[in-house]
Structures are given as C-alpha cells and as structure tokens.
C-alpha cells in the first residue's frame, strides 16, 4: 500500500528437548530490509520483487483448530482489502499460511521456515501462550516480527512480539471487578493444564486475597481433554458464587455440557470465560451457554461503522452464518497495524518498524486502539458480555475507554509478587 493509500489515510494516525532442537534450527542469518541496507544476525526479508510475503501462523488441524481456523480467515480478509487499496509501500501482500497442527514444536518449526526459507517481513499468528512461548526464541534469535492477536496472561514483553489481543489488566482484571460488582465472592477454577490458565490462576488468586474473595477450587484439565464430569461435580458441591474459566480450544464443549448435566445453569452458578468467543458458542452451542458471561474486548454485537464494515465483509467472503469474534477482529487489526508501522517506517526492516509503532492508531471494529511503543501492546477498551439464546454475545459492561497496557500489573500493589 503506499503512502498515500486511502485505507490508510482513513484509518491511520501516527501519534523442552523437542523445543530447545526447534529453537536451534533457527541460526541467524543476515537480512535485507526495503533500502538494502544488512544487519548481522537478523533474517533476511525478500523485498525484491512486486510483493512482500508475510507469515500466518495457526492451528488449522487439532484441538486449537476450532479457534483459529477463523483467526487465519480474518488475516485473510485483513490482506485482502490493503491489497485492494494499493497493498503496502506499493507491494502487494502475498500470504504464506502455515498448519501449528496443536503442537507447540510444530509451531516452532513452522515459524523458522518462515522466517529463514519463506523470508517473511513478518508473522500473523499463535493462539495459545504455550503456542508463543515455542515461537519467541525463534522471532527473536531471527530478530524477526510475531503479531500475536489472542488475550494472554500478560507477565510478559518481547522485542520482536507485538500483542494486539488483551493483557491481563484488560480482560482478567476487569472480569475480577465485575464479579466482585454482582456480589460474587467465592470462587471455582477451572483451566486447561498449560501456561496459561496457571499463570492466569496465579493472578487471580492474588486480586481475590486483596479484595476479600475466597477461591474453593483449582482444576486443571489436558488441553484437548473431553472427561469433565469429576470437575462438574468437584464445581457443583463447592456452592461457589461463579467459576472463572480458563478452558481453550474443543475442552469447552464437553465442560459444558457436563455442566448443564450437572444441573448448574448461569443463574444458579455463572461462569465467566476469557476464551470462549462467537465462534465457539456456534461450537459448543447456545443451548449450554446462554446467559453465561465473557471477557474480551469485542464482540460481533459491538456497536460502530467499523464493526459494520468488518462483519459484512467478513460474512460476504466466508458465509452469512459465519460470526465474528474478539480474536478474530484483534488479528484483523494486527494486519492493518503492521501496514501502518510499515508506512510510517518507510521501510519492512523490523528494527525500523518497531520505532515507528508507537502512537499508531487504528479505527478498529472494536473502537479506537493505540500502539504503547514501550510495550508493544495496544490500548484497548475492556468488555464484559453475556451470551444470548441465537449464540452473540451482549455487551453487560465496558471500561467507557481504553485502557492502557499494563503487561506486569505494574499498576496494581496485590500482584507485587507475581512477575
């Protein structure tokens, strides 16, 4: 896309043994950037012809498939429409799409290919922390992009990650203040076994320890488990006021289910999740979920002419019945984010795009976000939703702004001990 393109005229203002062998493979190289110009141990970017390839990174196979099939979709939409308008600093955007098959060393291999045979000016992809984790050595030994669209447990920063899904301080934090509103004292833990949900849990036991909740309960399933019928139970005769959920992928169907079998509903004993999304309610389906709560940062249900835009267009290109969700719309907007720095930058050579991030603004779907350069997180405004018998999710709550990234709760004196 050029300078001058009028998308971004638009909507831009500048303002281990399997993994240590994976981590391995990615040896540094030397990389040259849009002007010519090298550095040592940094990959190279193929910038010579007409386009600019870029990674998309996503479980298409496996348990995480019936989550970021959609995300890679979204990227799609995302390449297709700048490319529409001009593509970036007048190339083309040509996609190369990549199966993590659910394997965090697969996830590994397949974004060193990228970077070292592909030579992608940047990655699109990972959903869960296990996912990333595999993959930050790889972007940052090849000093090399990762878009990384998905809310997380935060503790974390990395040179060569930008994180345009929510940080804890704009998904947990607020999930945990708006229970503590509606009078919801004790709690139940539920999570799949893996970084996550644990690191997730750790803060959560701490905001609860400061602000007079109890937790009655911490259970961990394998990601990808269907057995929830003990934890339903272990749930059911705790009496908690409402179970925060940190199950990912295909593991929520069968809670679910074993939920409603166990006779809880969303009025007897809520449960907020933090990785269930449009997507996966047509998944699990609405009969198990409705009137149970969510937090992210966008629904299909959020109100704007950019979301309008967005969900007409994503339904044109992949179906009527297909929705929209929170991770799909955050890496959409990672899309059109890097396209900007990109601009800005005058150039696709990472170390470059990285200082022109801060202050970049973006009319997403969800509202208005801004790159923190610090950080390379974005301001991002928090939502509390309740899902519906047609399978959207309602928005209940929302932060009235955008919150700023706070990655290691500097912000908050309970979680002192947590990074």
């Known amino acids: 896309m050029s300078s001058g393109s009028p998308i971004l005229r638009r909507r831009f203002l500048a303002g281990g043994a399997a993994l240590a062998a994976v981590v391995a493979l990615s040896a540094c190289g030397a990389k040259t950037d849009a002007a010519g110009s090298s550095s040592d141990k940094a990959a190279k970017i193929d910038v010579s012809g007409d386009t600019v390839k870029v990674g998309l990174l996503n479980s298409l196979s496996g348990t995480m498939a019936i989550s970021e099939v959609t995300v890679r979709n979204s990227l799609l939409l995302a390449i297709d429409e700048i490319n529409a308008s001009g ?4 190339k083309k955007i040509k996609p190369i799409s990549e199966d993590g098959a659910s394997d965090w060393p697969t996830f590994a291999e397949k974004a060193t290919k990228l970077i070292k045979e592909d030579q992608v000016a940047a990655t699109f992809g990972c959903w869960t922390s296990a996912s990333r984790k595999a993959v930050k050595p790889v972007f940052e030994k090849n000093k090399s992009l990762l878009f990384y669209p998905v809310q997380y447990e935060g503790l974390e ?39 996550f949900p644990r690191t997730a849990n750790k803060e959560i036991k701490a905001y609860a320890e400061a602000n007079g909740m109890t937790i009655l ?13 003990t934890i339903a139970n272990k749930v ?55 009137g149970q709560l969510t937090a992210w940062n966008y629904y299909q249900t959020t109100p704007g002419e950019a979301n309008e835009k967005f969900v007409a267009a994503y339904k044109a290109k992949y179906g009527e019945d297909k929705p929209t969700s929170d991770p799909m719309e955050a890496a959409y907007t990672s899309v059109y984010l890097w396209a900007a720095m990109v601009e800005k930058a005058k150039s696709f050579d990472p170390e470059k795009v990285r200082a022109a991030s801060d ?31 047609d399978g959207l999710i309602t928005e209940v709550w929302n932060s009235g702004k955008p919150v700023k990234p706070d990655p290691f709760l500097k912000g908050y004196s309970w979680a002192s001990g947590l990074s």
């Open 157 to 195: 920063e990395s040179p060569y990650i930008f994180y345009t899904g929510a940080t804890t301080n704009q998904q947990i934090v607020p999930a945990l203040d708006y229970l503590k509103s509606q009078g919801k004292k004790k709690l139940y833990l539920v999570g799949s076994d893996y970084v």
């Open 359 to 389: 202050g970049i603004t973006f009319d997403a779907p969800e509202g208005k976000v801004t790159v923190d350069g610090a950080s390379q997180h974005i301001y991002k405004t928090a939502r509390i939703g309740r899902i519906g018998t």
């Open 87 to 90: 593509g970036v600093l007048g």
């Open 236 to 290: 059911k005769a705790s009496k908690a006021d409402a179970v925060f959920n940190t199950l990912n992928g295909d593991s929520n169907v069968a809670f679910f289910k074993e939920y409603k079998s166990a006779g809880l509903t969303a009025s007897s004993m809520p449960v907020v999740s933090v990785s269930i999304a449009e997507e996966e309610v047509k998944s699990i389906g609405p009969q198990y979920l409705a």
């Open 217 to 229: 309960g911490e259970d961990y399933a394998p990601l990808g488990s269907t057995e929830f019928s």
